[in-house]
Protein backbone atom coordinates (compact mmCIF):
# COMPACT_ATOMS: atom_id res chain seq x y z
CA UNK A 1 0.00 0.00 0.00
CA UNK A 2 2.74 2.40 0.32
CA UNK A 3 3.76 1.65 -3.49
CA UNK A 4 4.08 4.28 -6.39
CA UNK A 5 4.00 2.99 -9.71
CA UNK A 6 5.34 5.38 -12.82
CA UNK A 7 5.34 5.12 -16.24
CA UNK A 8 7.04 4.95 -19.07
CA UNK A 9 10.16 3.49 -18.19
CA UNK A 10 11.67 5.91 -21.02
CA UNK A 11 10.33 8.39 -23.22
CA UNK A 12 11.55 9.77 -26.12
CA UNK A 13 9.67 13.66 -27.31
CA UNK A 14 10.82 15.71 -30.18
CA UNK A 15 11.77 18.86 -29.67
CA UNK A 16 8.87 21.14 -28.69
CA UNK A 17 6.37 18.41 -28.47
CA UNK A 18 4.60 17.47 -24.84
CA UNK A 19 6.00 14.86 -22.47
CA UNK A 20 3.57 12.84 -20.13
CA UNK A 21 4.62 10.82 -17.21
CA UNK A 22 2.08 8.86 -15.17
CA UNK A 23 2.32 7.90 -11.51
CA UNK A 24 -0.52 6.09 -9.46
CA UNK A 25 -0.18 5.59 -6.03
CA UNK A 26 -2.38 3.23 -3.26
CA UNK A 27 -1.80 5.31 0.19
CA UNK A 28 -4.90 7.55 0.01
CA UNK A 29 -3.16 9.02 3.16
CA UNK A 30 -0.48 10.67 1.20
CA UNK A 31 -1.00 14.23 1.11
CA UNK A 32 2.13 15.30 -0.52
CA UNK A 33 3.12 14.74 -4.24
CA UNK A 34 6.68 16.09 -5.41
CA UNK A 35 8.49 15.39 -8.93
CA UNK A 36 11.88 15.31 -8.87
CA UNK A 37 14.53 16.08 -11.49
CA UNK A 38 18.07 13.76 -11.89
CA UNK A 39 20.92 14.59 -14.23
CA UNK A 40 23.46 11.42 -14.64
CA UNK A 41 25.66 11.47 -11.57
CA UNK A 42 23.62 13.88 -9.84
CA UNK A 43 21.54 14.33 -7.10
CA UNK A 44 17.46 14.75 -7.48
CA UNK A 45 16.44 18.37 -7.30
CA UNK A 46 12.72 19.23 -6.61
CA UNK A 47 11.10 20.29 -9.70
CA UNK A 48 7.26 20.87 -8.60
CA UNK A 49 4.96 19.46 -6.14
CA UNK A 50 1.21 19.26 -5.31
CA UNK A 51 -1.30 18.77 -2.26
CA UNK A 52 -4.46 16.72 -2.99
CA UNK A 53 -6.67 19.76 -2.45
CA UNK A 54 -6.04 20.88 -5.94
CA UNK A 55 -6.87 18.97 -9.28
CA UNK A 56 -3.56 21.09 -11.19
CA UNK A 57 -0.56 23.35 -10.50
CA UNK A 58 2.02 24.89 -13.49
CA UNK A 59 5.42 26.28 -13.25
CA UNK A 60 6.50 27.42 -16.51
CA UNK A 61 6.39 24.71 -18.73
CA UNK A 62 6.27 22.10 -16.47
CA UNK A 63 2.45 21.33 -14.87
CA UNK A 64 1.17 18.16 -12.42
CA UNK A 65 -2.41 17.31 -12.95
CA UNK A 66 -3.95 14.95 -9.82
CA UNK A 67 -6.64 12.65 -9.97
CA UNK A 68 -7.68 12.11 -6.79
CA UNK A 69 -10.45 10.31 -7.17
CA UNK A 70 -8.44 7.78 -9.54
CA UNK A 71 -5.51 8.03 -7.01
CA UNK A 72 -3.24 9.20 -10.23
CA UNK A 73 -0.96 12.27 -10.51
CA UNK A 74 1.19 12.97 -13.79
CA UNK A 75 3.65 15.45 -15.00
CA UNK A 76 3.18 17.27 -18.09
CA UNK A 77 5.90 19.23 -19.72
CA UNK A 78 5.24 21.54 -22.69
CA UNK A 79 7.76 22.56 -25.22
CA UNK A 80 10.17 20.08 -24.17
CA UNK A 81 14.08 20.87 -24.77
CA UNK A 82 16.83 18.83 -24.70
CA UNK A 83 18.18 20.20 -21.84
CA UNK A 84 14.97 18.46 -20.34
CA UNK A 85 16.71 15.20 -21.24
CA UNK A 86 16.67 13.51 -17.49
CA UNK A 87 15.43 11.16 -15.33
CA UNK A 88 12.24 12.15 -13.65
CA UNK A 89 10.93 10.69 -10.49
CA UNK A 90 7.10 10.86 -8.98
CA UNK A 91 6.79 10.80 -5.34
CA UNK A 92 4.27 11.01 -2.33
CA UNK A 93 4.82 11.24 1.49
CA UNK A 94 2.58 11.65 4.78
CA UNK A 95 2.10 14.43 6.13
CA UNK A 96 5.01 14.87 9.24
CA UNK A 97 7.01 12.89 7.11
CA UNK A 98 7.97 15.52 4.41
CA UNK A 99 11.51 13.77 3.26
CA UNK A 100 10.39 9.78 3.75
CA UNK A 101 9.72 10.11 0.21
CA UNK A 102 8.34 6.84 -1.48
CA UNK A 103 9.51 7.14 -4.93
CA UNK A 104 8.36 5.99 -8.33
CA UNK A 105 10.94 3.94 -10.41
CA UNK A 106 11.96 6.67 -12.16
CA UNK A 107 11.14 7.58 -16.44
CA UNK A 108 14.06 8.43 -18.25
CA UNK A 109 13.12 10.97 -20.72
CA UNK A 110 15.33 11.84 -24.07
CA UNK A 111 14.20 15.01 -26.20
CA UNK A 112 15.55 14.90 -29.54
CA UNK A 113 16.53 18.18 -31.55
CA UNK B 1 26.74 28.76 -0.24
CA UNK B 2 24.38 26.57 1.82
CA UNK B 3 23.53 23.31 0.66
CA UNK B 4 24.28 19.34 1.26
CA UNK B 5 28.00 18.24 0.45
CA UNK B 6 28.86 14.18 0.07
CA UNK B 7 31.99 13.08 0.50
CA UNK B 8 33.63 11.05 -1.41
CA UNK B 9 31.82 11.70 -4.95
CA UNK B 10 33.24 7.53 -5.69
CA UNK B 11 34.42 4.99 -3.21
CA UNK B 12 35.36 1.38 -3.40
CA UNK B 13 35.65 -0.83 -1.01
CA UNK B 14 36.85 -4.50 -0.78
CA UNK B 15 34.36 -7.39 0.15
CA UNK B 16 34.21 -7.68 4.03
CA UNK B 17 35.23 -4.18 4.81
CA UNK B 18 33.20 -1.71 5.97
CA UNK B 19 33.00 2.09 4.79
CA UNK B 20 31.91 5.14 5.91
CA UNK B 21 29.96 8.11 3.60
CA UNK B 22 30.10 11.31 4.99
CA UNK B 23 26.99 14.07 4.62
CA UNK B 24 27.37 17.54 5.87
CA UNK B 25 24.24 20.20 5.27
CA UNK B 26 25.01 23.79 6.05
CA UNK B 27 20.76 24.87 5.75
CA UNK B 28 20.26 24.43 9.07
CA UNK B 29 17.58 21.71 8.62
CA UNK B 30 16.18 19.67 10.98
CA UNK B 31 15.87 16.37 9.39
CA UNK B 32 18.35 14.23 7.10
CA UNK B 33 18.15 11.08 5.30
CA UNK B 34 19.72 8.48 3.37
CA UNK B 35 18.23 7.20 -0.05
CA UNK B 36 19.68 4.35 -1.68
CA UNK B 37 19.70 4.32 -5.60
CA UNK B 38 19.90 1.00 -8.23
CA UNK B 39 19.94 1.44 -12.04
CA UNK B 40 16.35 1.46 -13.00
CA UNK B 41 14.66 1.89 -9.76
CA UNK B 42 13.46 4.58 -7.89
CA UNK B 43 15.27 6.31 -4.52
CA UNK B 44 14.83 3.84 -1.03
CA UNK B 45 14.79 4.88 2.03
CA UNK B 46 17.83 3.42 4.15
CA UNK B 47 17.55 5.73 7.51
CA UNK B 48 16.47 8.58 8.71
CA UNK B 49 16.92 11.40 11.77
CA UNK B 50 14.37 13.91 12.64
CA UNK B 51 16.47 15.24 15.53
CA UNK B 52 19.83 14.93 17.20
CA UNK B 53 20.66 11.94 18.91
CA UNK B 54 17.88 10.09 17.37
CA UNK B 55 17.54 8.62 13.78
CA UNK B 56 15.15 5.47 12.57
CA UNK B 57 15.01 3.08 10.36
CA UNK B 58 13.88 3.36 6.65
CA UNK B 59 12.24 0.45 4.49
CA UNK B 60 16.16 -1.16 3.62
CA UNK B 61 18.11 -0.57 7.10
CA UNK B 62 19.59 -4.02 7.27
CA UNK B 63 23.82 -3.96 6.68
CA UNK B 64 23.71 -0.10 7.42
CA UNK B 65 24.13 1.79 10.56
CA UNK B 66 23.97 6.13 11.29
CA UNK B 67 24.97 8.55 13.97
CA UNK B 68 23.50 12.11 14.61
CA UNK B 69 25.91 13.61 16.87
CA UNK B 70 25.51 16.84 15.67
CA UNK B 71 22.46 18.89 13.44
CA UNK B 72 24.93 19.13 10.23
CA UNK B 73 26.06 16.04 10.18
CA UNK B 74 24.70 12.44 9.72
CA UNK B 75 27.05 9.97 8.27
CA UNK B 76 26.18 6.10 7.08
CA UNK B 77 28.18 3.22 7.05
CA UNK B 78 27.57 0.48 4.85
CA UNK B 79 28.65 -2.94 7.05
CA UNK B 80 30.45 -5.61 5.82
CA UNK B 81 26.76 -7.56 6.49
CA UNK B 82 24.66 -5.65 3.46
CA UNK B 83 25.22 -8.26 0.97
CA UNK B 84 24.62 -5.54 -2.39
CA UNK B 85 26.23 -2.39 -1.09
CA UNK B 86 27.46 -1.34 -4.77
CA UNK B 87 25.06 1.53 -4.98
CA UNK B 88 24.52 5.57 -5.67
CA UNK B 89 23.79 6.68 -2.18
CA UNK B 90 22.15 9.70 -1.71
CA UNK B 91 21.63 12.01 1.62
CA UNK B 92 19.08 14.85 2.14
CA UNK B 93 17.43 16.82 4.59
CA UNK B 94 14.26 19.06 5.34
CA UNK B 95 13.94 21.87 7.38
CA UNK B 96 11.08 20.12 9.28
CA UNK B 97 9.38 16.66 9.24
CA UNK B 98 6.29 17.86 7.77
CA UNK B 99 6.16 18.04 4.16
CA UNK B 100 8.58 20.52 3.18
CA UNK B 101 11.13 20.10 0.05
CA UNK B 102 14.21 17.38 0.42
CA UNK B 103 17.32 18.59 -0.81
CA UNK B 104 19.66 16.28 -1.86
CA UNK B 105 23.50 16.02 -1.63
CA UNK B 106 25.08 14.93 -5.24
CA UNK B 107 25.52 11.39 -4.02
CA UNK B 108 28.46 8.32 -3.35
CA UNK B 109 28.81 6.30 -5.47
CA UNK B 110 29.91 2.95 -3.86
CA UNK B 111 31.38 0.04 -5.95
CA UNK B 112 32.49 -3.20 -4.14
CA UNK B 113 35.56 -4.73 -6.17
Known amino acids: QQQVKQSPQSLIVQKGGISIINCAYE??????FPWYQQFPGKGPALLIA?????SEKKEGRFTISFNKSAKQFSLHIMDSQPGDSATYFC????????????FGQGTELSVKP | DGGITQSPKYLFRKEGQNVTLSCEQN?????MYWYRQDPGQGLRLIYY???????QKGDIAEGYSVSREKKESFPLTVTSAQKNPTAFYLC????????????FGQGTRLTVV
Open chain 2, 92 to 103: ASTLETTNTEAF
Open chain 1, 27 to 32: NTAFDY
Open chain 1, 50 to 54: IRPDV
Open chain 1, 91 to 102: AASLYNQGGKLI
Open chain 2, 27 to 31: LNHDA
Open chain 2, 49 to 55: SQIVNDF
